[in-house]
C-alpha cells in the first residue's frame, strides 16, 4: 500500500524513476528500510508501475525474507548493476540528496544520465502516520529504552563519569542486539546547560544530570530524556524542575490530531512565563526511521508538517537552561491518537536525588 501511495507522487510529480541506497551497514537510509523492510546493503528502484531491490549476494537470503519487494542479486559494483538492470532511461530521476555523499551523486550522475530531483520531503511526508506494526516497532523501542534507563539509574552510584554512564547505556543496548538511535547524552552540573553535550571522561559535577538517549528496533527510533540530581538540590532547583514536568504535563495534554505543533511550541514558552527566555529550542519533533522527522514545529524544506497526524509519535521535551550553571530536559515519546495521546516511554519523573559521600 505505502509503496502504490508513493508511486502515485512519481506519477503526480513526473517522475519516471527514485533511487534509494543502503551502502553503510550501521546506516541503512530510511527510505529503503520503509519501503522494503530490509535494512541491509543495496539499491532500490522504483518506477511509477514496478519496483526491485538490488543487493549482492551474501545479502539475498536476508533481503527476500522481507517480501515487499523483487529481489536482484548481483556480483558487480552496485551502481554499473543498476544501470544494466534498468531496462529504460527516464528523464527526471528522484532521490534523497541527504543520504548521499558527493561522490557518490556524481558516480550516480555518471552511470545514470537524468535531471535528479530531491524527494526527500516527499518521503517524509508519506512517513509521517504511523502503521499498527510501525508502532509496534516504536514500542519495543522505547520499553527497551525504558528499561536501559531504569537500569542505569539502579546502579548509578557506580558510575563515576559521564563517559562511564554512556559506556554503559551503549554496552545496554548491544546486549539486546539493538543500535544507538543517537550517541548519549549524558550532561551534569554545568554541562547540563548544553542542549547537545557530549560526554566527558571527568568526574560526575554535583547538580542536575541530563540523560538523553534512545536505541533503534528494527530501523525505528526511540528518544527519551530524563534529569536527575546528583547530590542536594536547593528549593529553587527543586521549584524548577518542577516548573518543567508542569509544563510538559500540559503539553502533552495537546497533542490531538490537526493540532497546530508550532502552538504547542508556542504554549510551552507561555507556560514558561518569565523562565521562556531559558527555553531555547524547539517542544519536540517526530519520530521514526530518522530521530527528527515531520511532524514538526517549524516548517522545512524537507520536514513541512506541521500539525498532529493521527497515528504520527512525536517527542515533548521542555528545558530551562541556565549558561554555566545547568539544565534541565524532560522528553518523551507521544503517539497521536483520536482518543488522545498515548505516552510510549513510561520511566517515572519525580525528581530522583543521588547522594554521594
Known amino acids: 500500500m505505502r509503496l502504490k501511495e508513493f508511486q502515485r507522487q512519481l506519477t503526480k510529480n513526473r517522475i519516471g524513476l527514485a533511487l534509494f541506497f543502503s551502502i553503510d551497514g550501521d546506516n541503512a537510509d530510511p527510505n529503503l528500510v520503509y519501503f522494503t523492510q530490509y535494512t541491509g546493503f543495496g539499491a532500490l528502484a522504483v518506477t511509477p508501475k514496478k519496483a526491485f531491490l538490488l543487493v549482492p549476494e551474501l545479502e539475498a537470503?536476508?533481503?527476500?525474507?522481507?517480501?515487499?519487494?523483487?529481489?536482484?542479486?548481483?556480483?558487480?559494483?552496485?551502481?554499473?548493476?543498476?544501470?544494466?538492470?534498468?531496462?529504460?532511461?527516464?528523464?527526471?530521476?528522484?532521490?534523497?540528496?541527504?543520504?548521499?555523499?558527493?561522490?557518490?551523486?556524481?558516480?550516480?550522475?555518471?552511470?545514470?544520465?537524468?535531471?535528479?530531483?530531491?524527494?526527500?520531503?516527499?518521503?517524509?511526508?508519506?512517513?509521517?502516520?504511523?502503521?499498527?506494526?510501525?508502532?509496534?516497532i516504536i514500542r519495543k523501542a522505547c520499553s527497551t529504552s525504558d528499561e536501559i534507563m531504569h537500569k542505569t539509574f539502579w546502579n548509578f552510584k557506580r558510575f563515576k563519569t559521564e563517559t562511564d554512564i554512556s559506556a554503559f547505556m551503549i554496552n545496554e543496548v548491544n546486549k539486546r542486539g539493538l543500535k544507538l538511535a543517537f550517541n548519549p547524552v549524558v550532561a551534569s552540573g554545568k554541562n547540563a546547560c548544553e542542549a547537545h553535550h557530549e560526554p566527558q571522561n571527568k568526574r560526575l559535577q554535583r547538580g542536575f544530570c541530563v540523560i538523553d538517549f534512545g536505541v533503534r528496533n528494527k530501523g525505528y527510533c526511540s528518544d527519551i530524556t530524563r534529569t536527575i540530581y546528583i547530590g542536594t538540590p536547593t528549593k529553587k532547583e527543586v521549584e524548577l524542575y518542577h516548573k518543567v514536568l508542569e509544563v510538559q504535563t500540559r503539553l502533552i495534554d495537546e497533542c490531538r490530531p490537526g493540532k497546530s505543533f508550532i502552538k504547542i511550541d508556542k504554549k510551552a514558552h507561555e507556560l514558561f512565563g518569565k523562565h521562556s527566555k531559558n527555553f531555547t529550542h524547539l517542544i519536540g519533533h517526530g519520530v521514526g526511521l530518522e530521530i527528527h522527522e515531520n511532524p514538526n514545529p517549524k516548517a522545512s524544506k524537507r520536514r513541512q508538517i506541521t500539525k498532529l497526524t493521527e497515528n504520527s509519535v512525536i517527542t515533548i521535551e521542555p528545558g530551562l537552561y541556565y549558561n554555566k550553571r545547568l539544565g534541565i530536559r524532560i522528553e518523551d515519546d507521544i503517539l497521536v491518537t483520536r482518543k488522545g495521546p498515548e505516552l510510549l516511554t513510561k520511566t517515572g519523573k519525580n525528581l530522583l536525588i543521588i547522594t554521594r559521600k
Do not use: Q, W
Open 61 to 136: 537470503s536476508r533481503a527476500r525474507k522481507a517480501r515487499m519487494v523483487r529481489v536482484v542479486v548481483t556480483k558487480g559494483r552496485l551502481i554499473k548493476s543498476l544501470k544494466k538492470k534498468l531496462k529504460s532511461r527516464p528523464k527526471k530521476v528522484g532521490i534523497d540528496k541527504n543520504r548521499l555523499s558527493l561522490n557518490f551523486y556524481k558516480a550516480l550522475h555518471k552511470e545514470i544520465k537524468a535531471s535528479y530531483v530531491d524527494i526527500s520531503g516527499m518521503c517524509l511526508r508519506l512517513r509521517t502516520a504511523k502503521t499498527p506494526r510501525e508502532v509496534s
